[in-house]
T-cell receptor, first 109, second 114 residues
Framework: KQEVTQIPAALSVPEGENLVLNCSFT??????LQWFRQDPGKGLTSLLL?????REQTSGRLNASLDKSSGRSTLYIAASQPGDSATYLC????????FGKGTRLHILP | NAGVTQTPKFQVLKTGQSMTLQCAQD?????MSWYRQDPGMGLRLIHY???????DQGEVPNGYNVSRSTTEDFPLRLLSAAPSQTSVYFC?????????????FGSGTRLTVV
């Protein structure tokens, strides 16, 4: 059974800082891991998909890495902005994806 | 492309009533899933399907039924609604195998059971 843990549960940082969100998972027999963003009261927006053959993906100020052997993924956000404030969700899986409880990020202006 | 369409967006039910949450996608995705999201519990998988005619249980399947008669549609049925089923429900879909470019989510259905 896949279990996903995200650390920290909440994070507040001043604008402009670089930050790292962590995700660990128990079942490494996956091909994909997806990072999502969710704003309060809204749906999920896909940020990045990492396939195990790629190990890393970048989109703008976001960079996600995947280490299947250790069951870990990280989401790196560079030069954070107040608009980055949201909950970030990690979801490993293929035919189905299982979510962690997320990291609530607050960027202070 | 409409993507993943969920209807209705809001619903209030009385305890014991039945209803079906609709989910449709126009991307010819093989994989489809239903989730519920509750404060402090995150998103939990209810049921999922890897193709027409094939469904399986997720983490919290009790009280819910699904069927997948077509590739496009994956309805979620509540047979006898309970207050514990008050939640926000999300449907998602994806291609399978090497064409899996990640999941696309619908905008959600907010269900209140009184």
């Amino acid at each position: 059974k896949q279990e996903v843990t995200q650390i920290p549960a909440a994070l507040s940082v001043p604008e402009g800082e670089n930050l790292v969100l962590n995700c660990s998972f128990t079942d490494s027999a996956i091909y994909n891991l997806q990072w999502f963003r969710q704003d309060p009261g809204k749906g999920l927006t896909s940020l990045l998909l990492i396939q195990s053959s790629q190990r890393e993906q970048t989109s703008g100020r976001l960079n996600a890495s995947l280490d299947k052997s250790s069951g870990r993924s990280t989401l790196y956000i560079a030069a954070s902005q107040p608009g980055d404030s949201a909950t970030y969700l990690c979801a490993p899986g293929d035919d189905k994806i299982i979510f962690g409880k997320g990291t609530r990020l607050h960027i202070l202006p | 492309n409409a993507g993943v369409t969920q209807t209705p967006k809001f619903q209030v039910l009385k305890t014991g009533q039945s209803m079906t949450l609709q989910c449709a996608q126009d991307m010819n995705h093989e994989y489809m899933s239903w989730y519920r999201q509750d404060p402090g519990m995150g998103l939990r998988l209810i049921h999922y399907s890897v193709g027409a005619g094939i469904t399986d249980q997720g983490e919290v399947p009790n009280g819910y039924n699904v069927s997948r008669s077509t590739t496009e549609d994956f309805p979620l049925r509540l047979l006898s609604a309970a207050p514990s089923q008050t939640s926000v429900y999300f449907c998602a879909s994806s291609y399978s195998g090497t064409f899996n470019y990640g999941y696309t989510f619908g905008s959600g259905t907010r269900l209140t059971v009184v």
